[in-house]
């Protein structure tokens, strides 16, 4: 199995490296999206660097290069995963690289979001049989989740005969107005099945054949 690009950069962060100018470990980056030196590429998406100031190489370089070339730039120790030693790679101010190190939490936060997705889609297939709606709103209401397979999470909804599932589709905010517009049409087809009907004035379910809303007094 390819590994997921997420969990090769958690792997790569939990992996310990240090600088052998200052011994200090080194962070875990992602790298820029361009070459600063030879314009190569890095051949690696992860960098570990040196981001100590106060490193002897950085220290020493910014001085080398203010007095040989009299401009503003430094070195830092740079590694690529899976090499065994690292390279000076020369950097043009103090906060470059800064910023760029992988942020494990939010990594393993959207490696847990995706694990709840596919786990709901998993159930999608029995879930109207299971009468389980869960995995159907888990799908609708995850804005991050595969667009195909919230459709199909959709056509699953319009197969139930469950309000509860208003509140939660009525109270999320659907970033793609298409799959907010299907949402709405699997609810009417559910609504019509169930012989009921939404008040358009206050929004409450009541029976399709009454003629003035019980909740608001709205005439049909
Ligand atoms: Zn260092
Ligand atoms: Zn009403």
Known sequence: MIEDRTERCLRLAQEEHYCPHCQQRLSCCQAPPFHVGDGLGWGSDILFICLNDE??????????????????????????????????MMVGGQQAFKGLEVNVEALQQQNQRHAAEQEAAAKLAGCVEAGDLAPVIHL?????????????????????????????????????????????????????????????????????????????????
């Open 55 to 88: 490193c002897s190489l950085y220290v020493r370089s910014w001085q080398e290069f203010e007095d040989r070339y009299g401009h503003a730039a430094s070195c830092r120790y740079i590694l690529c995963p899976g090499n065994e030693k690292g390279e000076a």
């Open 140 to 220: 609708l209401t995850d804005e991050h989740a595969d667009l195909a397979t919230r459709k199909q999470a959709c056509e699953a909804l319009a197969r139930f005969q469950d309000l509860s599932c208003l509140d939660p589709l009525r109270n999320h905010k659907f970033r793609n107005p298409e799959l907010e517009q299907e949402v709405n049409l699997a609810i009417g087809t559910m609504l019509k099945k169930m012989y009921k009907k939404e008040c358009p004035n206050c929004a409450e379910i009541v029976k399709s054949q009454a003629p003035t809303c019980k909740h608001c007094g709205h005439s049909f």
